[in-house]
């Protein structure tokens, strides 16, 4: 038990708690205070989703391979920790829908299928005349809006008809959620979309508004996509922050098992039967993992999630001498449902990042599960590589063995935001703020996937935590950790 509490304990080594993490050792400093902080992690090593290894001359990411570049925190960080020249942008190039056994190009002028320009959707051969005049008819009439939130299925069927969301919106999305367009979240997803589109305004209008002024990379100038990673790879975020966390506790191989209310202050409990005091605590954990972590006091804090995190895993291809095959001018592919293939999504790593395999080799990334197919994930790994190069084989009419694969399964680790997700992210919230002020959430499965998002929410709780301590008079107290 330490002598004097923590200022903060951060549960979650992943680039959440580790942003987290920085960005209060920062705002403590800034007042003048030694910061006393503990970050917990339950694996041997920091970085959560975010793992990359190298092979061969080949960069692997089993996670995430990437960022967008248009939202500001992951920039920012980037840029306070000096890594701002080892940023490498994306590639752009065409990327494909598969119908059948054939790869379509995704129509131009679309948003994650939803057009935004009508003219290259009615000119692809995606979709059928019936789909097309289906689509046209958002320009002119619709149904009454509903109140409230409301799934993004049932929204984009009634604006643009079933054709284009089977088609394009669906393997679109499931390509960065896993889950049932039919049951996300418009709000939470969409919102400016939702916000824009009501009032009985044309969805397709709304689209031209919100993002018509976005101009396509100049010809001649492939190297100008929209997302961001680094030469040698993600992981170079989360070891940069994990080098910079100076003056906080880090301790892996510890799993946090409880919080209890101690005395004034929490007492964070270890799986090992060590203990941790603090005064404030960020859970920058799955949903589950922190809920379950809440003291009976807390069991009124309704849950955020009410549908389970889906599976995937996602099988590297490495192949030293090439591919030959159709399409391989473009980024990659995704698969709508229902055609019968494992494959979701595949993406041509070689060609949107050149700097991942050696010149003239091949790396393929393709993902399969997700919420339509989840027993697949717990297949063998030879049953999965078998599956997704039959797949390639049908699809791409890729005719070589790679030299080697990697499967990386994620179980449970894509968070589904449900209808209601942010009202009731909002209640809950506010329930932890009167049961367990100091103790705040942050990461994937509330405010947003993508890592810029998860490392806005984790600087926030940063913020709101240092604001708490100030506003409770914690920051002027003596400086040592003990664990026991
Ligand atoms: C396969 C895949 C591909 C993705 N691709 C992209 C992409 O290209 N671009 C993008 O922006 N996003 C992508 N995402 C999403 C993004 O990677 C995640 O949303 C993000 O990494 C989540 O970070 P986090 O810190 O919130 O959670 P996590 O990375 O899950 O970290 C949580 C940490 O908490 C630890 N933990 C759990 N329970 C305890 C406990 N009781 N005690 C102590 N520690 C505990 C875990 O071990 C873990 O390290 C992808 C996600 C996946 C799964």
């Excluded at 304990?9 to 050792?25: C, E, Y």
């Excluded at 170079?236 to 799993?255: D, P, Y």
């Excluded at 990042?353 to 989840?374: E, F, K, N, Q, T």
Aim: with cysteine; glycine share 10%.
């Amino acid at each position: 038990m330490s002598a004097e509490p923590l200022h903060a304990v951060i549960i979650g080594g992943g680039v959440t708690g580790l942003a987290a993490a920085f960005r209060l050792q920062q705002g403590l400093a800034d007042q003048g205070v030694m910061p006393r902080l503990a970050l917990l992690e339950s694996a041997p090593r920091l970085g959560g989703k975010i793992r990359t290894t190298t092979r061969d001359g080949f960069l692997i990411e089993h996670g995430p391979d990437s960022f967008v570049a248009s939202k500001p925190a992951a920039g920012q960080l980037v840029r306070d920790l000096g890594l701002a020249d080892d940023l490498v942008r994306s590639h752009t190039g065409q990327a494909f829908i598969a119908r059948g056994d054939r790869l379509y190009p995704i129509p131009a002028g679309t948003m994650m299928g939803i057009p935004v320009r009508l003219g290259p959707l009615l000119r692809s051969p995606l979709l059928s005349p019936a789909g097309k005049l289906r689509v046209v008819r958002d320009l002119f009439a619709h149904g009454p809006d509903l109140a409230g939130d409301q799934p993004a299925g049932a929204f984009f069927r009634r604006r643009l008809g079933n054709e284009v969301v089977d088609r394009l919106i669906e393997p679109l999305l499931s390509g960065i959620y896993a889950g049932d367009v039919n049951h996300y979240s418009l709000q939470a997803l969409f919102p400016q979309i939702d916000r824009a589109s009501r009032n009985g305004r044309s969805l397709i209008r709304a689209m031209g508004t919100l993002y018509g002024h976005a101009k396509p990379a100049p010809a001649g100038n492939q190297n100008r996509g929209p997302f961001l990673t680094f030469r040698t790879g993600l992981q170079a975020l989360t070891a940069r922050l994990e080098e910079r966390l100076a003056m906080c506790t880090v301790l892996r191989n510890s799993t946090a098992s409880a919080i209890r209310k101690q005395d004034g202050h929490y007492r964070v409990e270890l799986a090992d039967g060590r203990s941790l005091d603090a005064h404030a605590i960020i859970l920058a954990l799955p949903d589950a993992a922190a809920t379950s972590l809440l003291p009976v006091a807390g069991s009124a804090i309704p849950p955020v999630a009410t549908l389970p995190p889906t599976s995937v895993a996602n099988v590297v291809m490495a192949f030293p001498h090439g591919i030959t095959g159709t399409s391989l001018d473009g980024t990659g592919f995704v698969v709508p449902r229902g055609t019968g293939h494992a494959i979701t999504a595949c993406t041509w790593s070689h060609l949107k990042w050149p700097h991942v395999a050696p010149r003239g080799a091949a790396l393929l990334r393709s993902y399969i599960g997700g919420a339509h197919d989840a027993q697949l994930v717990d297949a063998p790994d030879e049953a999965i590589v078998d599956a997704v190069m039959a797949d390639l084989r049908r699809i791409t009419q890729l005719r070589e063995t790679p030299a080697f694969c990697h499967v990386t399964r994620w179980k449970h680790a894509m968070p589904q935001y449900a209808v209601g997700h942010l009202d009731r992210l909002e209640q809950t919230r506010k329930a932890m703020a009167a049961a367990l002020p100091g103790v705040f959430l942050a990461g994937a499965s509330y405010g947003g996937v993508g890592l810029p998002d998860c490392i806005r929410q984790g600087e926030q709780a940063a913020h709101a935590l240092v604001d708490h301590l100030t506003q409770r008079n914690l920051l002027n107290t003596p400086e040592t950790l003990h664990v026991d």
